[in-house]
């Protein structure tokens, strides 16, 4: 026998069309000490609450709202919601064919060769909790990447000697999650995709946690900062 929820969510995926009732799934998402919340779920086309876990009223476009990327929170609203849609994370940074995955496991520090005299290196696309800020949790020389302090990425490099190339940055701008609230940076353009190009906080920035981008600009939150780079569409 299904549980309450259960129908709560096949009911919400009814509500929501029925070419999601297949797709529904849901989440629980709370605004702790009356502050602004984000719950990411990857991409989605609707949302509804199925079941209030607090005392504070959950009002849709007041207190409790979604965009394509997730549920927002607020006000001290805590319940769960039932989203159609998640078609999983985001298309991410161009990561060329010179790229490598490199670890630091334990927190200790790691050298990763790229077998190939490099010019360049960034961050394509990180992959810990743990912040990878270049100069202090990681960074390169001639010979490859190194990573300390629990950094886990994938890097891109330029290889060859010459002058260094500057990584593939069409556009950009800088966001920053203030006193660890959500934050949105207007691109003031349609963007294809977007990633992280220096990460500035010791806050980690994760797409689809901490950061995600949307139709015009940048979110972020829990407390990342960091330059995004973006291409237009």
């Keep these: 026998m299904k549980s309450h929820r259960g129908w709560a969510v096949l009911g919400a995926a009814l509500a929501l069309g029925t070419a ?24 989605i086309t609707g949302a509804q609450i199925i079941s209030q876990t607090s005392n504070a009223a959950c009002v849709q476009g007041r207190t409790w709202g979604w965009d394509r990327n997730g549920i927002w929170v607020n006000d001290g609203c805590a319940g769960d919601f039932a989203y159609q ?86 556009s950009s701008v800088e966001c920053e999650s203030r006193n660890y609230q959500q934050g949105w940076c207007d691109t003031g353009r349609n963007i294809r995709r977007a990633w992280v190009a220096e990460q500035r906080s010791q806050s980690p920035c994760i797409q689809g946690q901490t950061w995600g981008w949307r139709d015009r600009g940048i979110w972020v939150n829990g407390g990342c900062s960091a330059v995004f780079a973006f291409e237009q569409r």
Excluded: K, M
């Design 85 to 170: 849609g998640g078609w999983g994370p985001q298309p991410g940074p161009p990561i060329g064919t010179n790229s490598i995955q490199c670890e630091s496991r334990d927190y200790q520090q790691n050298f990763c060769n790229t077998g190939v005299r490099i010019s360049r290196a960034w961050v394509a696309q990180q992959q810990s909790q743990a912040p990878c800020i270049q100069g202090r949790s990681w960074g390169w020389d001639q010979r490859g990447i190194w990573v300390s302090q629990g950094c886990s990425a994938v890097f891109s490099f330029a290889a060859g000697g010459g002058p260094p190339p500057r990584p593939p940055l069409a």
């Design 20 to 43: 999601g009732a297949a797709a529904a799934q849901s989440i629980h998402c709370e605004s702790r000490d009356y502050r602004r919340n984000f719950c990411a779920t990857g991409q």
